[in-house]
């Protein structure tokens, strides 16, 4: 059973830094795509970046791109998405995922393991 547990949201102010990450246990990152997905409020489920660490490619979307990067510490288990120049438009309950492997990286329908959620607040 895999499971995934997200830490590091808050409340930053408009053009601060966050990094969020996401412990993982029963996988290794070594076999699938990870990626960070959003939801603002009162919105749907929003794909935010994916990476296969194996590879070590990296996808983004664009409303991220430049501002966002997404990593992993494969011997610690554990993806990272550090925010930079963050905009009040990125408020969001930030999930990270795990793809099942059937569907491409950015097909949230695919994705088989989700973690809980954190808060991130962009406000002055």
Not at 34 to 55: C, D, H, N, T
Request: charged share 15%; with cysteine; proline share 2%.
């Amino acid at each position: 059973e895999v499971q995934l547990v997200e830490s590091g949201g808050g409340l930053v102010q408009p053009g601060g830094s966050l990094r969020l990450s996401c412990a993982a246990s029963g996988s290794t990152f070594s076999s699938s795509a990870m990626s960070w997905v959003r939801q603002a409020p009162g919105k749907g489920l929003e794909w935010v970046s994916s990476i296969y660490s194996y590879i070590s490619n990296t996808y983004y979307a664009d409303s991220v791109k430049g501002r966002f990067t997404i990593s992993t510490d494969n011997a610690k288990n554990t993806l990272y998405l550090q925010m930079n120049s963050l905009k009040s438009e990125d408020t969001a309950v930030y999930y990270c995922a795990k793809s099942s492997g059937y569907l491409g990286h950015d097909q949230i329908a695919g994705y088989d393991y989700w973690g809980q959620g954190t808060q991130v607040t962009v406000s002055s």
